[in-house]
């Protein structure tokens, strides 16, 4: 058995005797030269460190390393794939060198010399392990409580920071778990399990898998920091701004969103050992490709992104778009939508739109249009019209709606049957309709009082009856 051994290990390491000469990986591996062939000298103390249980540790650590660093090179080519934003950060490197001392420290304090090492290294191991846990949870619960409070402090709901840190509390405990079952396998010898966490595919996995965790914590750290800035913008804006606000903020959350999902998942994908150039190839061909294709699309797109920037429409805002009238309910950078006061709602694309009427931009007019009979006086309608003004704008309920008195324009026109006196009310945005509801109600009472009469169309039938026939009476 020993001799078939021996037959292995020489014939698994003349492959690499090339490689660990020229890394040097360690004073115990023999030095082959091609044109020499294999000595006996070197055969034989190669037969040495592998009686020595320390030697023969050694060298299965190098020849560990050796096969790490030959996969590297045959799935990443230095010349084909662009350093990750962690190896540039040294991260990566960080965390393989923190598995490296761990191992090398349960092999060198020879904590599976014997039965009371084991015994003493197993409670600590899961001592450890159950401390870590509680502290873990005490920590994240704390965490919790410290974003609630902050919420109600802020008044901004950061429900989104407690499920992160739920989720990040999981994955720290199955780190743990990890870790401890590594551990107690290493202590008690179990070779198939510490043989499955040696190996190189589990090493880049856990190392590829802590990284991209770490790029999706920063990710999310960010994105939230980006959202409570935007939500903190918008509840200290004033009155006047706040429905602009209102409007950008989706906007620019949309925006946001979609550069860092393209942004880290670029990093992602080079953390994971991905070339990104031929995906940021084929993003610039599709590009084009899309830039020909949908026109219109990139055209509702240039228009949104103009109309906004110009503050032209606001959410809550009453426009007609496009032969649509109605409240202003969402607007992104494709389409407006609107929805009138039967509730009926329309989708418009701004491709679309080539004139806004808004009526709610900065003040409101109610205009009116006061028909009255030819016989009353013009100026007695224009001074009762002022009275009810006067009336309107001294109530508590709409004295801090209207802007203006009345400006009454004169008499407008001659109608069929009444003689039309235009008038106007200058209200606050939007307000205009609540106003004139209530002036129309007054001037309907007033008019009343004062006996002035408000035409409406009439028909007079007259009944004309035919003459008297004249019948001959004959003798």
Not at 57 to 72: F, H, I, R, S, T
Not at 150 to 158: Q, T, V, W
Not at 416 to 439: C, H, M, S, Y
Request: aromatic share 8%; glycine share 6%.
């Amino acid at each position: 058995m020993k001799k078939y051994i021996l037959a292995l290990f020489v014939t698994l390491l003349l492959p690499f005797a090339p490689l660990t000469a020229n890394a040097q990986m360690g004073p115990f591996l023999p030095s082959i030269q091609k044109e020499e062939g294999v000595k006996q000298e070197d055969i034989q103390k190669l037969i040495d460190t592998l009686q020595s249980d320390t030697d023969r540790k050694d060298l299965v650590n190098n020849l560990k390393l050796l096969l790490d660093e030959q996969a590297k090179n045959e799935a990443a080519p230095a010349d084909e794939i662009l350093p990750s934003l962690t190896e540039q950060l040294g991260v990566r490197g960080q965390i393989s060198t923190a598995v490296k001392k761990y191992e090398k420290f349960l092999d060198k304090n020879a904590i599976s010399s014997s039965l009371v090492h084991q015994s003493i290294g197993t409670m600590i191991t899961l001592l450890l392990g159950i401390g870590l846990f509680l502290g873990v949870r005490k920590i994240a619960m704390r965490a919790i409580m410290g974003i609630e409070h902050l919420s109600e402090k802020i008044g901004i709901r950061l429900s989104r920071i407690s499920f992160y840190t739920r989720v990040f509390q999981t994955v720290l405990k199955f780190l743990i778990v990890g870790v401890m079952t590594y551990t107690i396998a290493k202590i008690w010898d179990l070779e198939h399990v510490v043989s499955i966490f040696e190996s190189s595919s589990m090493k880049s996995f856990l190392t590829s898998s802590i990284t991209v965790l770490l790029v999706a914590i920063c990710a999310a750290l960010i994105w939230e920091a980006v959202g409570v800035y935007l939500s903190y913008i918008l509840k200290q804006a004033d009155d006047n701004n706040q429905t602009r606000v209102k409007t950008l903020l989706p906007l620019i959350r949309n925006i946001v969103l979609s550069v860092f999902a393209l942004l880290f998942g670029l990093v992602i994908m080079s953390e994971m050992g991905l070339n990104v150039a031929p995906f940021l190839a084929g993003a610039g061909v599709i590009g084009v490709a899309v830039g020909f294709g949908a026109q219109s699309m990139v055209k509702d797109f240039l228009t949104g992104f103009t109309i906004v920037l110009e503050d032209i429409i606001r959410v809550g805002d009453v426009v007609s778009l496009g032969g649509c009238t109605g409240s202003v309910e969402q607007i992104t950078l494709r389409k407006v939508q609107l929805r009138d006061f039967a509730g009926v709602v329309y989708t418009i694309p701004f491709s679309q739109i080539t004139t806004i009427q808004n009526m709610t931009k900065n003040f409101s007019y109610y205009v009116m249009d006061v028909s009255v009979d030819y016989k009353h006086n013009t100026d007695d309608v224009i001074a009762t019209l002022k009275e009810i003004d006067q009336d309107l704008r001294a109530d508590a309920e709409f004295k801090t709606l209207i802007l203006e008195p009345i400006e009454i324009v004169g008499v407008d026109r001659f109608a069929d049957n009444a003689v039309v006196i235009k008038a106007r009310i200058k209200t606050l945005p939007i307000k205009q309709w609540a106003v004139g509801r209530e002036f129309n109600r007054r001037m309907k009472m007033a008019f009343d009082q004062k006996g002035i009469e408000i035409p409406f169309p009439q028909r007079v039938v007259k009944m004309i009856q035919s003459p008297p026939t004249v019948t001959a009476v004959s003798e």
